[in-house]
């Protein structure tokens, strides 16, 4: 049985551990961000229906307003960075799985011989 096969899952342990606390870090980021969104969006929304505006061209008002899009930008940049920590949270327990299943094969073979 390999001792490294040990130190290695022991160390993804840690990393996984580590993906876990980001995750939910980046999560909140990315709801704080996205309530941040929806409130400066409707703000200007309210402004622009003070002018008079007509709905059907508030939505396309809307879409080219930079206070908007960089609300909207910033919510979508924190999603993808919570996506990617999820993600690594799969590459890692997939890992472990195949170092458990290693340290598995190890302890069959040796006891056969």
Do not use: F
């Amino acid at each position: 049985m390999s001792i490294e096969l040990y130190q290695e899952l022991r160390e993804l342990e840690k990393l996984l551990d580590l993906a876990l606390k980001e995750a939910v870090a980046r999560g909140r980021a990315m709801t704080a961000a996205e309530a941040k969104y929806y409130t400066v969006k409707d703000l200007r929304v309210r402004e622009l229906m003070e002018e008079n505006k007509s709905a059907t061209i508030i939505n396309m008002i809307i879409k080219g307003e930079p206070g908007v899009n960089d609300a909207l930008h910033e919510y979508r940049n924190s999603e993808v960075e919570y996506k990617n920590a999820c993600e690594a949270i799969n590459v890692y327990k997939l890992r472990m799985r195949i170092i458990e299943a290693q340290i598995e094969r190890e302890w069959t073979q040796a006891g056969r011989e």
